[in-house]
């Protein structure tokens, strides 16, 4: 059973347009979401937050959004850079020292 | 410079022979876990230690052992490889709050 589910596996974007990326979660228990960010060859990279008491949370060209009645997070990257090309990955936890439960992943492809 | 480090990035090997492949950290951080990353399947998690001497299983914890001597290192033992091990595996650390993992750059690792 997956609890961490994005369902698009790929999205392509022109630069300096809006890139949105999802992901939807089961478990309502989970209270912390993260974005991580994976380039090839490379291991993921913290990209940004967001607690379940918050519904936003922004860093720069970043913004995560916390729609937690419909179990639903987003990533908006604004403007998209093509340097922003990479695998990114949701994940989500509970309370204490359990782990981390990632999505699958989307292959954002940003064309110049 | 804060890091996870991992040995080795590539690693090709035969059905049955024991491998181990090392992970260490240099940020004195408490929680340490081992993932796969596999086509379609994202990352999950194999194993986990929240502290020296305290080990847990992940999600996919078969054919996979781990030890946590030290807090610096967290080395994944394969006793007995098979092909379905093939696989691209990372390490990860966090401080005490283990929402914000860092990543290793990731062992290659090929069975025939």
């Known amino acids: 059973d997956q609890q961490v589910k994005q369902n698009s596996p790929s999205l392509s974007v022109q630069e300096g347009r809006i890139s949105i990326l999802n992901c939807d979660y089961t478990?309502?228990?989970?209270?912390?979401f993260l974005w991580y960010k994976k380039y090839p060859a490379e291991g993921p990279t913290f990209l940004i937050s967001?607690?379940?008491?918050?519904d936003k949370n922004e860093d720069g060209r970043f913004t995560v959004f916390l729609n937690k009645s419909a179990k639903h997070l987003s990533l908006h990257i604004v403007p998209s850079q093509p340097g922003d090309s990479a695998v990114y990955f949701c994940?989500?936890?509970?309370?204490?020292?359990?782990?981390?439960?990632f999505g699958k992943g989307t292959r954002l492809s940003v064309i110049a | 410079e804060a890091q996870v480090t991992q040995n080795p990035r590539y690693l090709i090997t035969v059905t049955g022979k024991k491998l181990t492949v090392t992970c260490s950290q240099n940020?004195?951080?408490?929680?340490m876990s081992w993932y796969r990353q596999d086509p379609g399947l994202g990352l999950r998690q194999i194993y986990y230690?929240?502290?020296?001497?305290?080990?847990d299983k992940g999600d996919v914890p078969e054919g996979y052992k781990v030890s946590r001597k030290e807090k610096r290192n967290f080395p994944l033992i394969l006793e007995s490889p098979s092909p379905n091990q093939t696989s691209l595996y990372f390490c990860?650390?966090?401080?005490?709050?283990?929402?914000?993992?860092?990543f290793g750059p990731g062992t290659r690792l090929l069975v025939l």
């Open positions: 990860a650390s966090s401080p005490e709050n283990q929402e914000t993992q860092y």
């Open positions: 478990n309502s228990m989970f209270d912390y």
């Open positions: 967001i607690s379940s008491i918050k």
């Open positions: 994940a989500a936890s509970l309370t204490g020292n359990t782990p981390l439960v």
């Open positions: 940020m004195n951080h408490e929680y």
């Open positions: 230690s929240m502290n020296v001497e305290v080990t």
